[in-house]
């Protein structure tokens, strides 16, 4: 139906063109009769004229001559091309469609007697060209009565040719036509297929939705039946195995055959009792449960009972003396924290006051006019206290340390080292540029403090500065050489005067 279609759409576009080359040749075909009544107006005034002129035209009309015969001879074979043309045509409409071998060979065939007919109109203007040459030398009245009647044969011949043109615009346009019906009729005759096509889809889609609704419902109606047996194998099964196990128990437990138990203890005997009462099931279970859960409380008989008693009694004996060893070890050892802890209250307690009124005194001395002191931040608890250093400088109101200058809070930090030193003294001292924060005011008391430390420990102080390098006994300096190597340099002072 596509296929048909294309085609179709091709043939219209195919008479569309063709119509308008019809109009074409007819508006062409009318401007050339009226420029022919032009022309033989034109010539019926230049006869006169062209009489003269006639000996000459004879000579040339030799020329012309021979492309008349060449152009007759194209005229012909246009002729028996026509010819064809029409036979062609009238096969056409013998047949539903034409063949495509057919249109190509008539249409190749018409563009070859164009192109000699073009030749030959080619050859004509030539002469005519040379005619119009001789008329110039001859006459004027001459050469325009040549030039009209020429005119007046390429308006015939032009004329002639647009009729031709027009048949075969028509002829291809009829033919497309038929070649539009005949698709036309196809798609139409597709088109039905189709839908036939559809219908007998559709009914055999509806039929094999029902034959698949049928075996759906037969195979849930399987299933259900194959499950229904499948489970009553299974009850069986399960009954069975039940059976055998409880006789397999019964052979276990108690030791009577089945045939024993079911005639002495079935449910048609009696049930054993004060009197003995006849066997409901109900009941018997109940009994059987309670029976049950009194055994589990009993739990299993244990043989070896009493050795394993001994064991645990003699177990827990020994855990016991352990305990009390245990206990009376650790009450030795709180005996033993506890003089340490007081041991540790005594000596921090002694050294915090020597160092509270060696600090007191020490700041009283770099800080002139100043007061400090140290205070327990829990004072109840020893062990755990804090110690907090109270400052303040002269002219100041400030107590907190954390609110002192760098040089204060530098100075301070020393006062409090050296009110540690004076409280529990030390062979040696190693301090490291404590100082630096200093100006040359605290630096000198600092230094006063370091003479009165000297006097009974040995002082090693780094430090770059002078004052205090002048009150040193040695010096001892670091340097690196020009070849990149450290080398120690030492300097005595003075001798150190005897403690």
Not at 44 to 62: C, G, P, V
Not at 79 to 105: G, K, N, V
């Amino acid at each position: 139906v596509a296929e048909a279609q294309t085609a179709a759409d091709t043939a219209q576009a195919g008479v569309g063109a063709a119509q308008g080359a019809l109009d074409q040749v007819s508006a062409r075909q009318r401007e050339a009769d009226r420029r022919n009544a032009d022309a033989a107006r034109r010539l019926a005034q230049l006869e006169a004229a062209a009489k003269a002129a006639h000996d000459e035209a004879e000579r040339l009309a030799r020329g012309v001559t021979t492309a008349e015969e060449a152009r007759a001879e194209g005229l012909e074979e246009l002729a028996e091309l026509e010819m064809r043309l029409a036979e062609a045509e009238y096969s056409q409409e013998l047949e539903s469609e034409p063949t495509t071998e057919a249109r190509d060979e008539l249409a190749a065939a018409c563009q070859a007697a164009r192109q000699r007919e073009m030749e030959a109109g080619l050859q004509v203007r030539t002469a005519e060209e040379r005619v119009k040459g001789i008329e110039g030398r001859a006459d004027g009245l001459l050469r325009a009565a040549q030039r009209e009647r020429q005119e007046r044969a390429q308006a015939a011949a032009q004329r002639a040719r647009r009729r031709r043109q027009a048949s075969v615009a028509e002829a291809v346009s009829k033919g497309a036509r038929q070649v539009l019906a005949a698709l036309a009729a196809s798609v139409e005759l597709a088109a039905r297929e189709r839908d036939e096509a559809d219908l007998a889809r559709v009914a055999v889609d509806a039929e094999l939705k029902q034959v698949r609704l049928r075996v759906r419902e037969l195979t849930q109606e399987l299933d259900k039946l194959v499950n229904s047996v499948h489970g009553s194998e299974m009850a069986r099964t399960e009954q069975r195995l039940r059976l055998e196990q409880m006789e397999q128990r019964a052979m276990d437990e108690f030791g009577v055959e089945t045939e024993a138990l079911i005639s002495e203890y079935g449910p048609d005997a009696p049930v054993p009792g004060e009197p003995p009462v006849p066997y409901v099931r109900e009941e018997q279970e109940k009994r059987a449960r309670a029976a049950e859960r009194q055994m589990q409380q009993l739990g299993k008989v244990n043989p070896l009972a009493l050795e394993e008693f001994a064991a645990l009694e003699e177990r827990h004996a020994f855990l016991n003396s352990q305990l009390e060893d245990l206990k009376k070890t650790r009450r030795d050892l709180m005996t033993v924290v506890k003089e340490v802890d007081d041991r540790v209250e005594q000596m921090f307690a002694s050294a915090y006051e020597d160092v509270a009124r060696e600090f007191e005194q020490i700041f009283g001395r770099v800080f002139p006019g100043g007061d400090g002191r140290l205070v327990l931040t829990d004072p109840e608890d020893m062990l755990t206290t804090g110690i907090e250093v109270e400052a303040r400088p002269p002219g100041k109101k400030v107590k907190r340390l954390s609110l002192l200058s760098g040089g204060e809070r530098s100075l301070t930090a020393v006062a409090f080292l050296v009110s540690i030193f004076k409280a529990r003294p030390s062979p040696f001292y190693v301090m490291d540029e404590v100082e630096a924060a200093l100006d040359d005011t605290n630096t000198q008391r600092l230094l006063t403090l370091f003479e009165e430390l000297r006097q009974s420990s040995q002082l090693i102080v780094i430090t770059h500065n002078k004052r205090t390098m002048e009150i040193a006994d040695a010096l001892y300096g670091v340097s690196m050489r020009g070849d990149g190597v450290t080398q120690v340099i030492s300097q005595r002072m003075r001798e150190r005067e005897p403690a």
